[in-house]
């Protein structure tokens, strides 16, 4: 091509081809699409590149950078600004939905059950356009019990039977006919229990003959599952104008079996559960929803912290396949120093047991080397180690030589 | 309505995980000047790494959506668990 002609998009991609495996590829195809933009000649598209991959390289975070101290800093402090109160789900008043500190503490602590699960339900095909499908499927997640839909369930104690008394209205709200509340029955029924139908009275005749057991048998009719899934308390339709699709919103999480249920839609369905997370979709996931959740703790806060550093949390809470937490002893508890221990808390405890187990301090940190005076600290500069070669120095010196005397 | 089978690998919040050959994690491992211990670790028990069929020992790719890089790529060494 001529000198003087416009570079294009192709040309660019070119001049970058050296550094490919060196830039991310966002940037890549950012400096692609910017640089073709202005017309440059090719001397100058040139000079460009070579000066953004410079600026790159430059801004690289150094080796021996303490970057876990920044990241902690920079999370910490705005979380101070946080508020300590819950919130109410966005849209959805009757639900009630833990933010701010107390949700971030949640996220970071690794808690196995969060104080109000929640799954976001969202719907594939037709369900997501259709509100009735929406509401059919919602009754198949909301866990409906046989005391939901009955008006009363008495115990007849000379019968030895359990008489329910379905409510016509709330078994059509729910979508439920009276077949599916023998079929529950049934599962519970025994040899020698049976089962009369009189329109909306079920009579379960159980057979039994044993006052106590009858009663048990009754809190057992009573909590017996007819439709949806354990765990799911409520679910809640909603139209969410983003993205001009119906949703479902379910107070109480069970995502194994919510994926596996027609109509939902098993690519975007979430828990904001973090280790049902880890054990349906795996450890990438997980981590990909602790950057999610923190992201969203921060932000709904009004809280600008750069993702880098959620990013890195995250990373350092699945290192090792499994959720760890950030607690107030670091990522997984123990540090290795003994002296770093001791300046924490209960200074003699930790030395007398050190000493009795002969551990060895290696005074890798900083706390345990500031303790003993050192003024080097194995971070940032600190942390290079200088050896030397002397028979490669002694050949550089004749090079030196030779260079000056030329 | 019933119940289905799905596929966990094309959930949105699952990366790509690519199981590496043995030489290519070779390769890899040389040319990070790395021990494989001294990746991040996944379980063998993970869902994703028993629907790739991986034992402990090997090397996943994992190639994830970055919103600072646009695709990072990321290993983790198969462990048992």
């Known amino acids: 091509m001529v000198e003087s002609e416009r570079v294009t998009e192709d040309v660019v991609r070119a001049l970058i081809e050296p550094y490919i495996h060196v830039l991310p590829k966002r940037l890549v195809e950012e ?59 966005a849209g959805v008043r009757e639900l009630n939905v833990t933010l701010g500190l107390p949700r971030l503490l949640e996220i970071v602590d690794a808690r196995k059950t969060v104080a109000t699960p929640i799954m976001e339900v969202y719907l594939s095909g037709e369900y997501a356009h259709n509100r009735e499908l929406a509401l059919e499927v ?43 509340i023998i079929k529950a ?87 904001n559960n973090i280790y049902e997370i880890a054990e349906v979709l795996g450890i990438e996931a997980a981590r990909a929803a602790i950057i999610r959740e923190m992201r969203n703790v921060l932000e709904e806060q009004g809280l600008d912290v750069d993702i880098r550093h959620i990013i ?6 699945t290192l090792n396949g499994r959720i760890r937490q950030v607690g107030r002893h670091g990522v997984a508890g123990e540090k290795p120093s003994v002296l770093a221990r001791a300046a924490f808390e209960v200074t003699v405890k ?13 005074l890798r940190g900083v706390v345990e080397n500031v303790m003993v005076g050192s003024r080097v600290v194995p971070l940032g500069t600190g942390i290079v180690k200088l050896l030397m070669l002397y028979p490669a120095l002694q050949s550089m010196d004749s090079v030196d030589e030779e260079l000056s005397s030329s | ?28 491992l040389k040319r990070m000047g ?48």
């Open chain 1, 312 to 317: 890195l949390v995250a990373d350092a809470m």
């Open chain 1, 185 to 271: 029955l049934n599962r519970i029924k025994g040899k020698k229990g049976s089962i009369i139908v009189d329109n909306l009275t079920i009579i379960f005749k159980t057979g039994l003959e044993d006052a106590i057991k009858l009663k048990r048998i009754h809190d057992r009719v009573r909590s017996l599952r007819v439709k949806g899934i354990k765990g799911i308390r409520r679910a809640v339709v909603r139209y969410d104008e983003k993205i001009n699709e119906y949703k479902i919103i379910t107070e109480g999480s069970n995502l194994v079996a919510a994926l596996s249920i027609e109509g939902v839609d098993h690519r975007r369905t979430i828990t």
């Open chain 1, 31 to 89: 400096i692609v699409k910017r640089v073709s933009s202005y017309g440059l000649t090719i001397e100058v598209a040139r000079k460009v590149v070579d000066r953004i991959v410079g600026e790159y390289l430059n801004s690289l975070v150094e080796p021996g950078e303490a970057v876990g101290m920044i990241a902690s800093q920079s999370i910490g402090e705005p979380s101070t600004q946080m508020t300590l109160r819950t919130f109410h789900f």
């Open chain 2, 1 to 28: 309505m019933g119940t289905r089978k799905i596929n966990i690998l094309e959930h949105e919040l699952v990366p790509q995980h690519i199981l590496l050959s043995e030489e290519e994690s070779v390769k890899l």
């Open chain 2, 34 to 81: 790395v021990s494989k211990r001294q990746l991040p670790w996944i379980l063998a028990s993970d869902p994703v790494a028993k629907a790739l069929g991986a034992k402990p020992g090997d090397v996943i790719m994992v190639v994830r959506k970055s919103p600072t890089a646009g695709l990072a790529v990321a290993y983790r060494y198969v462990v048992r668990g």
């Open chain 1, 350 to 362: 930790h030395l007398v047991d050190s000493a009795v187990r002969g551990e060895v301090d290696e």
């Open chain 1, 138 to 180: 919602a009754r198949e997640l909301e866990l409906t019990t046989i005391e939901n839909v009955s008006r009363a369930i008495t115990v007849d104690y000379i019968e030895y039977s359990i008489i329910v008394e379905l409510d016509p209205d709330i078994l059509e709200n729910r979508g439920i006919s009276p077949k599916d």
